[in-house]
């Protein structure tokens, strides 16, 4: 089974930028699509963006032009760059594995997640 560890969650002032990691363990992590997911409290986990084994980005409405996910295979990390953060950005970061055909995550298990403040 996949483990997930994401890293680089902080407080930073609006207008701010973050850049948050994902490492995943396994022999399969070039094959798969992965997923930037985020849950602020009291709401759903949702998509913020993904990345196709071949480089296919797709974004959340809310951070396109904001946000950039990117992947390094032989370092089995996905990254998610954040530029212009807004307080409405706050929340629990999630990476996973993902179903390119709709982003849903494809795994059950979830990592411990890194937290985004972002203060206005």
């Known amino acids: 089974q996949v483990q997930l560890v994401e890293s680089g969650g902080d407080v930073v002032q609006a207008g701010g930028s973050l850049r948050l990691s994902c490492a995943a363990s396994?022999?399969?992590?070039?094959?798969?699509?992965m997923g930037w997911y985020r849950q602020a409290p009291g709401k759903q986990r949702e998509l913020v963006a993904g990345i196709t084994s071949s480089g296919y980005t797709n974004y959340a409405d809310s951070v396109k032009g904001r946000f950039t996910i990117s992947r390094d295979n032989a370092k089995n990390t996905v990254y998610l760059q954040m530029n212009s953060l807004k307080p409405e950005d706050t929340a629990v970061y999630y990476c996973?594995?993902?179903?390119?055909?709709?982003?849903?995550?494809?795994?059950?298990?979830w990592g411990q997640g890194t937290q985004v403040t972002v203060s206005s």
């Open positions: 996973n594995l993902a179903f390119p055909t709709n982003w849903r995550p494809k795994s059950d298990s």
């Open positions: 396994g022999r399969f992590f070039s094959l798969n699509a």
